[in-house]
């Protein structure tokens, strides 16, 4: 992690605009848009960091000059999946964390947005990003296969996450929708990239000094947090960030059984559903 999290804004992604892969720039910062949402979004803030690059409605914007840098290569050879994976759960460790960095907001005069979905998300990803296991109740978010690069004047690709969301339900506006009795969302997203440009977390210890989690020899570091949500009170946040097959990870939970969300990793990591957990 290198501390630059992203930040788009809240709002919508035309669908004219996905499905043309057309070029657009942004329009807001995360601080004004946010502002709309008011208590609701309070508690969902540490999700909306993880997602905020599908909220974003703007105007097409012109081509950058000079090429495109690429990020590094990342074809490899099909892996070894294994038929069974254990996790021991006292062998996980839940680092304390204090929540996501304040966001960026990338200048419009000088970024642009170019969408990937379909066979050019396929292509870029090199992979299926959909966990091959997921809590039960939990369902995909219809902007999933989609994910937006940030482009700099100067042809430099300085953002390229992709996020896919599974909660219990949507809004009509594709938000996660909230629980009464909590004030908050229930559910995971996931994000993805090959930079490595991810939403920071805050930890209480410095990154030297946190313990990690081996998950089929990826090191995984998780942290917890717990998150203010009035007026019912405190729910459990729960960060994952890795790297493997040249991607970089990252996923953040709420009301999600802490086994639940280590067995979600694993299915990642290691390809397959059939993961046991020991308690």
């Not at 966001?103 to 979905?117: G, H, K, Q, R, S």
């Not at 978010?141 to 300085?158: F, H, L, P």
């Not at 989690?213 to 717990?226: E, F, H, N, R």
């Amino acid at each position: 992690m290198n501390g630059k999290d992203l930040l788009m804004g809240l709002g919508h992604v035309d669908e004219v605009y996905i499905q043309a892969a057309e070029e657009k720039t942004l329009r807001k910062p995360f601080g004004t848009a946010l502002r709309r949402y008011g208590a609701m979004a309070a508690c969902f803030a540490v999700l909306i960091v993880a997602t905020t690059v599908f909220y974003t409605r703007s105007p097409v914007g012109p081509t950058p000059p000079g090429p495109v840098v690429e990020p590094p290569d990342i074809s490899h050879p099909p892996e070894f999946v294994p038929e069974e994976v254990t996790v021991d759960m006292g062998q996980v460790y839940f680092n304390d964390a204090l929540g996501s960095q304040e966001d960026i907001w990338y200048d419009p005069n000088d970024y642009t947005i170019t969408v990937l979905t379909g066979q050019a998300f396929s292509d870029y990803y090199q992979r299926d990003l959909t966990p091959l296991w997921l809590p039960d109740g939990l369902t995909p978010s219809k902007r999933n296969g989609t994910a937006e690069q940030v482009i700099a004047t100067d042809g430099t690709i300085v953002s390229d996450m992709a996020v896919l969301d599974f909660y219990s339900g949507f809004q009509d506006d594709n938000l996660p929708e909230l629980y009464e009795d909590t004030n908050a969302a229930k559910g995971l997203s996931l994000s993805a990239s090959r930079l490595g440009m991810l939403p920071h977390w805050d930890y209480v210890l410095p990154e030297q000094e946190r313990q990690t989690t081996d998950i089929d020899g990826i090191a995984v570091t998780l942290g917890v947090s717990i998150r203010l949500c009035e007026p019912a009170g405190t729910v459990e946040v729960i960060n994952a960030e890795w790297e493997s097959g040249g991607l970089h990870f990252q996923l953040t939970a709420q009301q999600i059984e802490r086994a639940d969300v280590v067995k979600t990793i694993a299915s990642i990591i290691t390809g397959t559903a059939d993961i046991t957990i020991i308690n």
